[in-house]
């Protein structure tokens, strides 16, 4: 069974500090993680996947398939960085996406 | 690119009436479309798997016959919420894939059901 764990419901950081959004998962396959956005009465959209290695708005997310665990990282946050943040299971057969709880960022001034 | 509309974005409706949601990919066609249902402060339940031109796949626990999904074109999927009751009320949304063999999903902005 697949499953995505986002042990963080709530995360406060300040503006310039450094933020890492935890993220583990549970699969016996190969994963394609990914990591999504919301922000506030926006709709839900793509941050970046794993296979990408790519870095968006500053975020970067390695997969760490010893432990099982794909966390978002960014250096200094920015106010505009506060969202709702869903991090993602999917499998290479292409069939569905498990999402997390969710981890709700909010970053002061 | 890659943008997926619903309609309606909110809909107020009486007990015991049906209610249909549109799902649509606008520049893109999807092959596979997914309907998924947030609860206040909770994560996205993926509640079907739509596939063009063939029958939905169902989560487990989820009613086929109370929620119909159709899927009869490559750029659109309703969902219709059968003789709806307040506690399907909740926040509605699809999201289209563009290729097949990949899991990168694109989100429509949602639809609100209340049920009264």
């Known amino acids: 069974a697949q499953r995505v764990t986002q042990p963080e419901k709530l995360l406060s950081v300040f503006k310039g500090a450094p933020v890492e959004l935890k993220c583990n998962y549970s699969?016996?396959?190969?994963?394609?993680l990914f990591w999504y956005v919301q922000y506030s009465r926006q709709r839900l959209q793509l941050l970046l996947r794993?296979?990408s290695r790519e870095s968006i708005k500053g975020f970067t997310a390695d997969l760490n398939k010893g432990e099982t665990s794909f966390h978002l990282k960014k250096p200094f946050a920015q106010e505009e960085d506060s969202a709702m943040y869903y991090c993602?299971?999917?499998?290479?057969?292409?069939?569905?996406?498990?999402f997390g709880e969710g981890t709700q960022l909010t970053v002061n001034p | 690119g890659a943008v997926v509309s619903q309609h309606p974005s909110r809909v107020i409706c009486k007990s015991g009436t049906s209610v249909k949601i549109e799902c649509r990919s606008l520049?893109?066609?999807?092959?596979?479309m997914f309907w998924y249902r947030q609860f206040p402060k909770q994560s996205l339940m993926l509640m079907a798997t739509?596939?063009?031109?063939?029958?939905?796949?169902?989560e487990q626990g989820v009613e086929k016959d109370k929620f119909l999904i159709n899927h009869a074109s490559l750029t659109l999927s309703t969902l219709t919420v059968t003789s709806a009751h307040p506690e399907d009320s909740s926040f509605y949304i699809c999201?289209?894939?563009?290729?097949?063999?990949?899991?990168?999903?694109?989100f429509g902005p949602g639809t609100r059901l209340t049920v009264l």
């Open positions: 794993h296979i």
């Open positions: 739509s596939n063009e031109g063939s029958k939905a796949t169902y």
């Open positions: 993602a299971l999917g499998t290479t057969s292409g069939s569905r996406l498990t």
């Open positions: 520049d893109f066609q999807a092959t596979t």
């Open positions: 999201s289209a894939r563009i290729l097949a063999g990949t899991d990168t999903q694109y």
């Open positions: 699969y016996s396959g190969s994963p394609e």
